[in-house]
């Protein structure tokens, strides 16, 4: 358990899953959080082993002994739970949870979608399709008042959350051609997960730098054009293509667009410092300055840069996150901060690990 914390007075959560990349990245935030206390963690592979064995990162702060999925077994013991899970396991022990009353905030792409057709094309057919109208998507900037209300979050993945991030207060302007957007992405292997993959083996990542999924092929995309299409109010459709560079973690997104009036780049910077002067994890950057992966590293923030290249008349976004904080735990943090009523922030105020 956690050292010098009171069980009865802090909210219960259980992370099910919690021997990948994002279910250590929660017990990592979680520790310093001052309302929470994790009273169960899971796995398969690894039940029975104490998850400070698996991380020794987490000696004599999280030495829990991971369990089978048992999901009646969890809920008698969990206020709230973050469901770690890969896509297609987590939908099938979400009703249960939801049908124990507990509240649940779930990391996969299961609940994303809110139309089954478009989640059976990308994926496979779901198994709970009914509970998807009332899934909310959980990008707090975007909503932040349902969230506060919901029962099942789902958490957005690591690329959506930087490109919608970075596109909002144009398409909210109605500012650019929505016909003609481009999303140039790259991500640390930390994305793929912790599943041992020959793409993510060490000689095949270092001194390699590759794009993937190209062409629209990339699970992704449904996710992005479903939140920019309600964003602009009518369908987007985007040309995104991710790609796979030699680091731990990080996500920098370059996003293209073309204005369809006359701007400047002062006008831009300063939409984007108006659009997001309230949120505490979205910092746009002043002008002729643009983000690094470096300076989100292991923190909460999004970075932001945007400028006009007056030659070709195009919008250059730059958007960076950590995708296992911003992108994956830390926004799942935020959510759960807004379900339970804690201040948003909480456990998430440390900065970027640099150098």
């Known amino acids: 358990m956690f050292l010098n914390r009171e069980i009865s007075a802090m909210l219960n959560v259980a992370i099910v899953g919690a021997s990948g990349y994002t279910g250590l990245e929660l017990i990592r935030l979680l520790d310093r959080h001052p309302g929470v206390v994790i009273s169960c963690v899971t796995s398969e592979q690894s039940a029975g082993k104490r998850i400070s064995d698996i991380f020794p990162t987490l000696r004599g702060r999280c030495d829990l002994v991971l369990e089978p999925l048992n999901p009646s077994a969890i809920a008698a013991r969990a206020d709230l739970i973050f469901t770690a899970l890969p896509h297609q396991a987590a939908m099938k022990v979400v009703p249960d949870f939801l049908a124990a009353g507990k509240k649940v905030v779930d990391l996969s792409a299961d609940y994303r979608l809110h139309d089954p057709a478009v989640y059976g094309a990308w994926y496979e057919p779901h198994l709970n399709p009914e509970l998807l109208p009332e899934a909310v998507f959980g990008l707090p900037e975007l909503r932040r008042e349902t969230i506060r ?18 596109l909002k207060p144009l398409l909210e302007n109605a500012l650019i051609d929505i016909t003609a957007i481009i999303a140039d992405s790259k991500s640390g292997t930390s994305g793929a997960g912790r599943s041992a993959k020959v793409d993510s083996l060490y000689c095949e990542v270092n001194d390699s ?15 992005i054009e479903q939140e920019l299409s309600e964003l602009a109010g009518q369908p987007v459709t985007i040309t995104f293509t991710p790609h796979l560079v030699p680091m731990d973690r990080g996500i920098l997104s370059t996003i293209y667009a073309t204005p369809n009036r006359p701007v400047t780049t002062e006008e831009l910077v300063s939409l984007y410092a108006d659009t997001y002067k309230d949120e505490p994890f979205v910092r746009p950057l002043p002008k002729g300055q643009f983000p690094s992966t470096a300076f989100v590293r292991g923190s909460n923030f999004c970075d932001i840069g945007i400028t006009l290249d007056s030659r070709t008349n195009r919008i250059v976004v730059v958007s960076a996150i950590d995708n296992l904080v911003k992108g994956a735990s830390g926004q799942a943090i935020q959510n759960m901060n807004l379900i339970c009523g804690f201040p948003e922030t909480s456990g998430l105020e440390g900065l970027a690990i640099f150098p």
């Not at 919901?150 to 970075?166: D, E, K």
């Not at 730098?209 to 996710?223: I, L």
């Open 149 to 166: 209300k919901a029962r099942l979050v789902a958490n957005p993945g690591c690329y959506p959350t930087s490109v919608i991030l970075g």
């Open 209 to 223: 730098f590759k794009a993937y999924g190209v062409g629209g092929a990339h699970r992704h995309t449904p996710e």
